[in-house]
């Protein structure tokens, strides 16, 4: 049972546009959702991360809104480079803990052309 | 401040056989945590330990385990390897656990041939 369905496998998007994936969860347990940015032979790094009591954060040019009605979360990345071409994975925890840990989407994988 | 070390970062083990990674946190983390990376199933948590104890455990078998030491160390082990364990392994630390920042290591590369 897949808990968290990121979409889309893969984005190509232009220098300066808009790039968004999107996340929807299952588990309304879930109280954390953080997105990850992993470059090709590095780990993945957290870029940025929100609770449920927020709708929205921004941090530079990443921004994650959240819907908790529709149990779904996106990252906007505003004014897309090419240095942001990397594989994007969003997550889903409950703090309380248990058997999931960390559920992970299967992850997009963005292409910023130039 | 040096960042999570994982050791080693490649390997090829034989089907049937075991195999230990090692994993050193960033300073001052207590929270240690492991996951499996494939291009099939992506990353999937395996357990997390905090001061010496399992606080967390994934939905894998029993032939996956793991220890952390009283310096925060940890290693996991993966007893009768099968082709389907080839994998990036994963270490990541965290202060306190899941819900704050953790960070990644760079991974250990198994091969089950």
């Known amino acids: 049972q897949q808990q968290v369905k990121q979409s889309p496998q893969s984005l190509i998007v232009q220098k300066g546009g808009i790039s968004i994936i999107n996340c929807a969860y299952e588990?309304?347990?879930?109280?954390?959702f953080p997105w990850y940015q992993q470059f090709p032979g590095k780990g993945p790094a957290l870029l940025i991360a929100?609770?449920?009591?927020?709708s929205e954060k921004k941090e530079g040019r990443f921004t994650i809104s959240f819907n908790k009605s529709a149990k779904q979360f996106s990252l906007h990345i505003m004014d897309s480079q090419p240095g942001d071409s990397a594989t994007y994975f969003c997550?889903?925890?409950?703090?309380?803990?248990?058997?999931?840990?960390?559920?992970f989407g299967k992850g997009t994988h963005l292409i910023i052309q130039p | 401040k040096a960042g999570v070390t994982q050791t080693p970062r490649y390997l090829i083990k034989t089907r049937g056989q075991q195999v230990t990674l090692s994993c050193s946190p960033i300073?001052?983390?207590?929270?240690v945590s492991w996951y499996q990376q494939t291009p099939g199933q992506g990353l999937q948590f395996l357990f997390e330990?905090?001061?010496?104890?399992?606080?967390n455990k994934g939905n894998f078998p029993g032939r996956f385990s793991g220890r952390q030491f009283s310096n925060s160390r940890s290693e996991m082990n993966v007893s009768t390897l099968e082709l389907g364990d080839s994998a990036l392994y994963l270490c990541?630390?965290?202060?306190?656990?899941?819900?704050?920042?953790?960070?990644f290591g760079e991974g250990s590369w198994l091969t089950v041939v």
């Open positions: 990541a630390s965290s202060l306190a656990g899941l819900g704050n920042t953790i960070y």
């Open positions: 588990n309304t347990a879930f109280d954390y």
């Open positions: 929100i609770r449920p009591d927020v």
């Open positions: 997550a889903a925890l409950y703090s309380g803990g248990g058997a999931d840990g960390l559920t």
């Open positions: 300073s001052g983390h207590r929270s």
């Open positions: 330990y905090f001061s010496e104890t399992q606080r």
